[in-house]
């Protein structure tokens, strides 16, 4: 057996039991975890979930699908050419693989890639928006803590330790890629560095792949075309983003007044934060179980009774992140009858200086 057979066995092997391993992790923390840091139980949850009538579940829905119609701009401003319909069923289909698999962020992001270049986008087109997007995410990430600390001052609410070392913890390292970003995008200067010190790293691991363009100079020219979809579409990403964010922030809302939790908007705004912050912990898929937890763990600190406030947080996940798995069959179902156009080669790589 080659070496290279043995390393795929490897490969494959990890990923099993990352696979296994985060589903186990998510079933031990919804099962046992989330009720008992949240002070509760499993037929009290149950009890106050079954409350929810159908037509408020529809209203919820409604809710879920204009904001992923609102996120539809974020992605068409990060690459031009590409629809309204095109960026909801990428959108769908990328979130559904995401949620589906611990870690699964890169697969989320294969298969935005297979989705786009099928449609004849180029692989520079596509990695730009990957990366323009992902930087606009965190960005907004970053806000949503800081924007909830500001409304738990002004109604005198103590964010949990726990919680608020967490919000720092994220946002020092959100912080950190952002300003990378910026760096890159503000002197060429620092997108050489940047790709110089990529490009050791990588050396060990490619020493004999013979490569027709150094990352140094993959860097720099991925700075061009970084800096001119930003420029032309900064604003529809941005606005993309506050109303997805904040139609999601209406179904936490409405799904918490249904269940009967009855505090005000600051630390709702705040649990919603944490909720979003703890989605990016990849040990489970989605972060599922961690999410719900903490959130949860959040709202009876401040004073949420414990059976309600879980049963709205169960609910949200419900219609946030397990809905997007049967939206994304429904948008694989859609790719899979789109037309599809041919790849076109991409632009001639720049010269390395």
């Known amino acids: 057996m080659t070496a290279s057979a043995d390393a795929s066995r490897r490969i494959g092997a990890r990923q099993v039991l990352q696979f296994i391993g985060g589903f186990a992790l998510a079933g031990a923390l919804l099962g046992w975890g989330l009720p008992y840091f949240a002070k509760t139980s499993w037929p009290a949850i149950w009890s106050v979930i079954g409350t929810v009538s159908a037509w408020q579940s529809l209203g919820f829905v409604a809710l879920v699908v204009t904001g992923l119609g609102a996120y539809t701009f974020t992605l068409t401003g990060s690459m031009p050419g590409l629809s309204h319909l095109r960026a909801l069923i990428v959108n769908v289909c990328g979130s559904s693989v995401s949620n ?9 992001m294969a298969a935005t ?12 087109a596509v990695s730009t928006s990957i990366i323009v997007s992902a930087v606009w995410n965190t960005l907004f990430r970053i806000a949503l803590p800081l924007i909830a600390i ?26 950190a890629i952002v300003a990378v970003f910026i760096a890159v995008l503000a002197s060429g200067r620092a997108a050489t560095t940047v790709g110089r010190g990529v490009d050791r790293m990588l050396r060990p691991l490619t020493r004999r792949r013979p490569r027709s363009m150094s990352v140094d100079a993959l860097v720099t020219d991925l700075r061009a075309r970084i800096i001119d979809v930003v420029r032309t579409g900064w604003f529809p990403m941005t606005m993309g983003l506050v109303g997805y964010f904040a139609f999601y922030y209406l179904v936490f809302l409405a799904i918490m007044r249904t269940t009967g939790v009855e505090l ?90």
């Open 100 to 108: 589906l698999l611990p870690a699964g962020g890169a697969l989320g």
């Open 264 to 353: 005000f908007h600051g630390e709702l705004f705040a649990a919603f934060a944490i909720g979003r912050l703890l989605t990016a912990v990849g040990i489970t898929p989605g972060g599922v179980g961690v999410t719900e937890t903490g959130t949860a763990a959040a709202l009876v600190a401040w004073g949420a009774a414990p059976a309600e406030a879980t049963a709205g947080v169960v609910l949200f996940s419900i219609f946030t992140h397990l809905l997007e798995v049967p939206l994304g069959a429904i948008g694989w179902l859609a790719w899979s009858m789109m037309p599809k156009t041919p790849v076109p080669d991409d632009e001639p790589a720049p010269s390395v200086p």
């Open 113 to 124: 890639f297979t989705i786009c270049r099928s449609w004849g986008f180029t692989r520079r």
């Open 150 to 175: 500001v409304l738990l001052t002004l109604g005198r609410a103590e964010m949990p330790r726990i919680m608020r070392d967490a919000a720092v913890a994220a946002v020092a390292s959100g912080a």
